[in-house]
Every structure is written in C-alpha cells, then in structure tokens.
C-alpha cells in the first residue's frame, strides 16, 4: 500500500531558530517528492519538487533532501519566521499515467515571538 | 496569473439540500482535481478531469457529483450529503496531469458544513 509517514506530528520552534522535518515512503513506482505548505484554511502552495536523481533542493530558507535508497526525505528551515507557521506535507507522486499523489499526514509548525 | 478560485469560501447546507461549488482557473490547465480534507488530515483525491473528461474517481459516493462544463471551470455539485461529508474541499489544476513534473495549483478551498 502506498503510504507516506511524517514526523514529528507537531512542532513549536522560537522565532530565529532551524528546524527539520521528516518524510518517509513506501510508493511504487515512484515518480517525484514535493513539499506543500499549508496554512490553516488554505490550500496548500509548493515549496519543492524533486525527483529520484535529485539529492537536494533549496527554495529560499527551506532546504528539502531526498534519499531514494532509504525512501527517506527532510525538509530543512533556516533562520525561522512567524509566517512560517502552518502545515508541512510531503506528497510523493505515483508514476501511473495521471497524476496521483500521495499526501502524508503532514507537520504541524508554530513559531513563537 | 497563477490562482485557482473557489467559490464560495464558506457553506453551510441541510442533508435534504442541493448545492454547487465552484473552481475556476486561467493557466491554461488541462487536468483539474477535487480533493477533500478532514480536520487535521491530508487532502484526499476524489476526482480527475482531463481534457475535460472524468478520469479518476476514487469511488466516491454518488451524492457528489462533478461537472467539467469547460476547461477552465471545475464544479462539484452536492445532494442529500450527510453530516460527516463536512470538510474543506480544495479544487487544484495541472498542465495536463500526465507529466511528471507538473506543479498542482491548489485553490483555497471551500469549507461545508452540513447540518
């Protein structure tokens, strides 16, 4: 079954501080990771896209990594601001004709003044 | 332009109502999604439209009931939904949805309540 866990669940950083989240999968065939931010009540809006040859990927302060061996892959945040308080959720693409994705259960981030 | 639009933002309807919600998007997009998002929980795909024809339905209940009058209009339309249907619903598109590549634009979705 096509799954994909991440941790922690939730997470409270100071302002100013780095963070890193984690994503693991169980996807096959495996076409792409990204990262989504979600604030609450909003869609979500992609921060990173990687595929299997890609080992990092850097957007601003966010940093992702992927490592397709272990099926695992980080989302880094540097230096962090209130704003980026939200919900992380890394979705992995299934390699099928159309385009499927597979939502993890995503990381709830407060940053605090 | 890179926005997806639903409309309304907020709905609150009855089990014997009948009711629509609406995306709209002008990028272009060939493949356009609804997705439903319990509280706290991921996005779930409920459908796929290509070319503006249905290509997945991940075997949601009749009650719902997609529409693709164009290719830039999106429309979900709801009938005898039960309370537990609420949720936010978040419409997306994509350039075709073939592609491996392609970015999903996520609109800022619908949030129902029903009653």
């Known amino acids: 079954k096509n799954q994909v866990e991440q941790s922690p669940q939730s997470l409270i950083i100071l302002e100013g501080k780095n963070c890193t989240l984690q994503?693991?999968?169980?996807?096959?065939?495996?076409?792409?990771l990204r990262w989504y931010k979600q604030d609450t009540g909003r869609g979500p809006v992609s921060l990173t896209i990687?595929?299997?040859?890609?080992n990092t990927k850097s957007n601003g302060r966010y940093t992702a990594t992927l490592d397709a061996d272990t099926k695992q892959s980080s989302l880094h945040i540097t230096a962090s601001q209130l704003s980026d308080s939200a919900s992380y959720i890394c979705?992995?693409?299934?390699?099928?004709?159309?385009?499927?994705?597979?939502f993890g259960t995503g990381t709830r981030l407060l940053v605090s003044p | 332009d890179t926005e997806v639009t639903q409309t309304p933002k907020h709905l609150v309807m009855g089990m014997t109502n009948k009711k629509s919600l609406k995306c709209e998007q002008h990028?272009?997009?060939?493949?356009m999604y609804w997705y439903k998002q319990k509280a706290k929980k991921p996005p779930e795909l409920m459908f796929v439209y290509s070319y503006e024809k249905l290509s997945i339905n991940e075997s949601v209940p009749s009650r719902f009931s997609p529409e693709c009058p164009n290719s830039s209009l999106l429309n979900l339309h709801l009938h005898a939904l039960q309370p537990e249907d609420s949720a936010l619903y978040l419409c997306a598109s994509s350039q075709e949805g073939r592609t491996g590549g392609e970015t999903q634009y996520f609109g800022p979705g619908t949030r129902l309540l029903v009653l």
């Open positions: 990028m272009g997009h060939r493949a």
């Open positions: 990687m595929t299997f040859s890609e």
């Open positions: 994503c693991n999968y169980t996807v096959s065939p495996f076409s792409n």
């Open positions: 979705v992995v693409r299934v390699n099928t004709g159309f385009q499927k994705l597979v």
